[in-house]
C-alpha cells in the first residue's frame, strides 16, 4: 500500500514564528488532506489539496503531485495553532484515507 | 456546513459489555461513512468502510463481529463494539465525505473497565 511520511515528528516555535511541514507520499494520489487535531482530539479540516497551491490565512499548502510530496506552511504562528498536523492521502481511486503519522506543533507563548 | 457528529463523546463501560457509537452527517448526504481508530500518541487507522444499504468492508485484522457497523440511512451509521475488553479501549472517529473531501466527527472517547 501507499506510504505516508510527515516531517518533522515534532516542531517547537516561538509565538511569532513561521514553519513548513512536510508530506510525502509513495504513490500517485486522487486526494490529499491537510487536517489540525486539537487537544480535545478534534479533526479541523484545513486543506483538500491533491495537486497546486492553496492559502487560507495564515495557513497555505502546496502539493506536487507529480514529485510526491505537500508542503503545509504556517505563518506568525499563534498558540492556538498547536497540536498535531496530519497529511492523508487516498490513492488508485479509493476515498479510504491513510494517514502519516502526524507533526506535533507547539507554539509558546 | 459539512459538519459530522458523534454520540456519546466519551463512554465507560464494563468488560463484557456493548457499547455503541452514532455518527451523523448533519447537513449533508453521505453514502459512505468511514470509522476509525486512534491509540494515544498515534496516528488515525481505517477500521471500516460503511455504506448505506450494504454491509460494511472491513479493513485488514479488524474483526467484523467484534466491531459491527450498521450505516441505515444516508445520514447515519453507527459502530457496535461488542463484548468489549480494556484492549478496546481507544479514541474512535468517524467520517463522511462530501464532495471529495472528507470531514470528521469529534470523536469518541472508550474507557473499558
Known amino acids: 500500500g501507499i506510504q505516508v511520511e510527515q516531517s518533522p515528528p515534532d516542531l517547537i516555535l516561538q509565538e511569532g514564528a513561521n514553519s513548513t511541514l512536510r508530506c510525502n507520499f509513495s504513490?500517485?494520489?486522487?486526494?490529499l488532506q491537510w487536517f489540525h487535531q486539537n487537544p480535545w482530539g478534534q479533526l479541523i479540516n484545513l486543506f483538500y489539496?491533491?495537486?497546486g497551491t492553496k492559502q487560507n490565512g495564515r495557513l497555505s499548502a502546496t502539493t506536487v503531485a507529480t514529485e510526491r510530496y505537500s508542503l503545509l506552511y504556517i505563518s506568525s504562528s499563534q498558540t492556538t495553532d498547536s497540536g498535531v498536523y496530519f497529511c492523508?492521502?487516498?490513492?488508485?481511486?479509493?476515498?479510504?484515507?491513510?494517514f502519516g503519522k502526524g507533526t506535533k506543533l507547539t507554539v509558546n507563548p | 456546513g459539512a459538519v459530522v457528529s458523534q454520540h456519546p463523546s466519551w463512554v465507560i463501560c464494563k468488560s463484557g459489555t456493548s457499547v455503541k457509537i452514532e455518527c451523523r452527517s448533519l447537513d449533508f448526504q453521505a453514502t459512505t461513512m468511514f470509522w476509525y481508530r486512534q491509540f494515544p500518541k498515534q496516528s488515525l487507522m481505517l477500521m471500516a468502510t460503511s455504506n448505506e444499504g450494504s454491509k460494511a468492508t472491513y479493513e485488514q485484522g479488524v474483526e467484523k463481529d467484534k466491531f459491527l457497523i450498521n450505516h441505515a440511512s444516508l445520514t447515519l451509521s453507527t459502530l457496535t463494539v461488542t463484548s468489549a475488553h480494556p484492549e478496546d479501549s481507544s479514541f474512535y472517529i468517524c467520517s463522511a465525505s462530501n464532495q471529495d473531501t472528507q470531514y470528521f466527527g469529534p470523536g469518541t472517547r472508550l474507557t473499558v473497565l
Open positions: 492523508a492521502v487516498a490513492w488508485g481511486g479509493s476515498e479510504k484515507l491513510v
Open positions: 489539496i491533491p495537486s
Open positions: 504513490d500517485s494520489v486522487n486526494n
